[in-house]
């Protein structure tokens, strides 16, 4: 009893650490509401009161967004806490919080099914506490931490269902959370069913009963998913997105397949195919660098190593020890082949996406490195514990350095992610549209040139977001008045267009505000008394400029 009740406080310091690194200054940082966040939160308000997004579209199954078709889940359970707590800018981030904090105790009780070793369940949860990608994505309104926490849920209760007892309950639970789990996040109705199969092969021995046994089960999942596939197979937003982040949108793919020349329509198929192979699995192989996964992996600075990777390099040796730990236990064979298709099937949402590295789309694979960790640290652990003399010693050392590493992230995450990377964050979007409805009576129009950057032109797709959500715009207004315009990249509602600024043009306009940047108007050409305001990015360099004729 007394062991049972100090491994229960060390398990409830853990969580309470999680929690706090998730939800301290969660409203300060990220310092500012990204395109994702603004438009769920604006689509959440508009289905709470309209039952509608923004395009009119009634309880949709997917949301188009901003050209990006994002899972309907989160911005329905977003729905939920605005009803609950009304409208705050960090009412985005629960729901990714909630879920980022619930992934502590379900990593503790998959680790501790899986192995049946309480201090390893320990160890694994607290490494996903002070992970920095689950602390990153977590303060972040990301789909895939319920998704997560669906999927660990579900395979403790089928190896609880595999003990001794065999209690149905716990088959049909995990049929359920793993069905939740599918509908969550779009790369995850194709990863779950794999890990589930991968999951029935490797561990067959110890299913019994015959086919027929789970018949009644393997039902009811199907019964629960058929909404999925519906949506999957009839809404073409599915579709869509799914090719438009494909890995053969790559623009160094394509150059390499127009090389090709027309040599006969069989071998240039050939050829197709086999460049496309040949990039993707080159692409697959990349996502297990160590240097992205240690060292710049999260992307969030400019400095290349001078980052931070998805996990801390404290892991790097715990991670070798796990795989050295499970290939020599003979009772932990199930798990070694389970980690290793599992990690592999994982990768595949990002090593086969046109982006060279997207760590979001392959967060289950570095949770499972987190519970990996706990393997390996409980293995160090085991050897350091046979030290009498230098064990103390040992372990100051060990926590010193895991505290430099935990303290540098937070440095990064907090000081420099906000200065390094305010252009890629939509910074000072939240400024522009409060300052552009502090002049709405002023004006007749009010003209926004989304075009921004300072080392490569960017064309922020979530503008009339930021002035609906930041102008407290009723969705049911909203609904009515935007539109299409007739000008490039034009979308109107209300007196706000949001277009390219042609100045050779428009300085001819009357009574109307221009919101653009350098990009856009020739600002050093333009006379001062006509510049109302200056907008800057959080590292003090000039991002927009409010012009008025």
């Known amino acids: 009893m007394y062991k049972l009740n100090n491994q229960l406080l060390i398990f409830i310091i853990v969580l309470i650490l999680g929690a706090f690194l998730r939800l301290w200054a969660l409203q300060q940082y990220p310092v500012h509401l990204s395109h994702d966040e603004v438009s769920q939160a604006y689509d959440a308000i508009s289905i709470a009161q309209t039952g509608k997004d923004i395009y009119g579209n009634f309880f949709p199954t997917i949301f188009p967004s901003v050209g990006d078709y994002k899972s309907p889940f989160y911005i329905y359970a977003t729905t939920l806490v605005y009803l609950l707590i009304g409208n705050h800018e960090w009412m985005i981030r629960v729901v990714g919080v909630v879920f980022g904090i619930l992934i502590i105790p379900a990593v503790f009780w998959f680790a501790f099914k899986l192995t049946k070793e309480p201090k390893i369940a320990l160890f694994a949860a607290f490494f996903t506490a002070i992970s920095p990608s689950e602390i990153y994505f977590s303060r972040k309104s990301f789909e895939s931490s319920a998704g997560i926490f669906f999927v660990l849920i579900a395979f403790a209760c089928f190896l609880t269902y595999l003990e001794e007892k065999k209690r149905s309950r716990w088959l049909y639970s995990g049929a359920v959370f793993s069905a939740f789990g599918m509908y969550t996040y779009f790369s995850h109705a194709i990863i779950i069913p794999l890990m589930l199969a991968a999951f029935i092969l490797i561990l067959r021995k110890r299913f019994s009963g015959g086919v027929k046994k789970y018949f009644p089960v393997l039902s009811l999942w199907i019964l629960l998913l058929i909404p999925l596939i519906m949506i999957i197979l009839i809404n073409p937003g599915s579709r869509y997105r799914s090719q438009a ?67 801390l390099f404290f892991q790097l040796p715990l991670l070798l020890l796990a795989f050295y730990f499970l290939i020599k236990k003979i009772e932990f064979e199930y798990a070694y082949k389970l980690f290793i298709v599992w990690i592999a099937l994982g990768v595949l949402p990002s090593g086969l ?79 522009v549209a409060q300052f552009a409805w502090s002049q709405y009576d002023n004006f007749d129009s009010i003209v926004i040139d989304p075009l921004f950057g300072g080392d490569a032109p960017f064309v922020a797709t979530a503008a009339q977001y930021y002035l609906a959500y930041f102008g407290n715009y009723p969705p049911s207004k909203f609904q009515k008045q935007y539109r299409l315009g007739s000008k490039e990249r034009e979308t109107i509602f209300d007196k706000f267009s949001i277009r390219k600024i042609n100045w050779i043009e428009d300085q001819y306009l009357k009574n109307t505000l221009f919101i653009g940047s350098w990009l856009s108007l020739p600002i050093q050409s333009i006379d001062e008394n006509k510049i109302l305001k200056t907008f800057y990015y959080y590292n003090g360099k000039p991002a927009f400029y409010a012009v008025k004729l």
């Open 245 to 311: 982040v494909f890995i053969t949108q790559d623009s160094a793919l394509e150059n390499q397949l127009n090389l090709i020349t027309d040599k006969g329509q069989q071998l240039l198929k050939f050829l197709h195919l086999k460049i496309i192979g040949d990039f993707s699995f080159n692409r697959y192989l990349e996502q297990f660098g160590p240097v992205y996964l240690f060292g710049n992996g999260l992307g969030l600075t400019r400095q290349g190593m001078i980052d931070i990777g998805p996990l």
């Open 353 to 431: 996406t046109f982006e060279s590295y997207s760590p979001h789309r392959m967060v289950i694979v570095f949770t499972l490195l987190n519970i990996l960790t706990g393997i390996g640290a409980y293995w160090l652990w085991q050897k350091i514990n046979n030290l009498k003399i230098y064990k103390i010693a040992i372990i100051l050392i060990f926590a010193i350095v895991l505290a430099f590493n935990e303290v540098y992230f937070f440095h990064i995450y907090f000081v420099n992610t906000p200065y390094e990377k305010s252009e890629y964050i939509q910074y000072p979007f939240k400024q």
